[in-house]
């Protein structure tokens, strides 16, 4: 079982650019959520994904977007990066519901420049 | 005053050392979380509490629903123990609401 997998690993780019961040859940786990980790802070919510649509959507602003897939496997787009878009990208799956216990893959480390 | 508050913020301490480190939350949880978050941003799930007290190895936490308080415990500490540790509660939205971690740092 490969865990959750997330690519790229690091990503360079230029402000006011489009990015795709991509992420492939834990076998058998159907809810995926995003986090985004600026250097030194704890992990902010973004949004979580159930059955291909958005359930729950954090403090973020339109430019972050998501889409998931029948697969489970989701995507976390970002348009017109800002500098402060900067941080390391989270993705954890889950199973749905209250009580599940959530796994982490390694992240993304976006740098915008 | 944030929703979860973790302590110390900082911790040095020699190998070998009991280290505990504190999380007190102020919302209503359906479960806590303790994660360890190594240089370069990879995170690991340790612990997911509802209630009462788990043991991993060296790891142990416990959680005071009563209290809104939970620990975490590391015996007989080494340096490879180094690391973030975070504690984060889900509520009933799905959400994990984090603390801001406490750096842990072992020397041998």
């Known amino acids: 079982d490969a865990g959750v997998t997330q690519s790229p690993t690091h990503l360079i780019k230029t402000r006011g650019q489009q990015v795709t961040l991509r992420c492939s859940p834990k076998?058998?786990?159907?809810?995926v959520s995003w986090y985004q980790q600026a250097l030194g802070q704890g992990p902010q919510f973004i949004f979580q994904?159930?059955?291909?649509?958005?359930?729950q959507r954090g403090n973020f602003p339109d430019r972050f977007s998501g889409h998931q897939f029948p697969n489970y496997s989701s995507e976390l787009n970002v348009n017109a990066l800002l500098l402060g878009d900067s941080a390391l990208y989270l993705c954890?799956?889950?199973?749905?519901?209250?009580?599940?216990?959530?796994?982490f893959g390694q992240g993304t480390r976006l740098t915008v420049v | 005053k944030n929703e979860v508050e973790q302590s110390p913020q900082n911790l040095t301490a020699q190998e070998g050392e009991f280290i505990t480190i504190n999380c007190s939350y102020s919302?209503?949880?359906?479960?806590l979380h303790w994660l360890q978050q190594h240089p370069g941003g990879g995170i690991v799930s340790l612990f997911m509490?509802?209630?009462?007290?788990k043991k991993h190895g060296r790891l142990i936490a416990t959680i005071n629903i009563q209290e809104k308080h939970s620990s975490l415990h590391i015996t007989a500490s080494h340096p490879r123990d180094s690391a973030v540790y975070i504690c984060?509660?889900?509520?009933?939205?799905?959400?994990?609401?984090w603390g801001a971690g406490t750096k842990l740092i072992i020397k041998p």
């Open positions: 994904y159930y059955e291909e649509e958005e359930r």
């Open positions: 076998s058998g786990h159907d809810t």
């Open positions: 984060a509660v889900q509520d009933s939205n799905y959400q994990l609401i």
């Open positions: 509490l509802s209630s009462g007290k």
């Open positions: 919302v209503g949880i359906s479960a």
């Open positions: 954890a799956s889950s199973w749905p519901g209250e009580n599940t216990e959530a796994f």
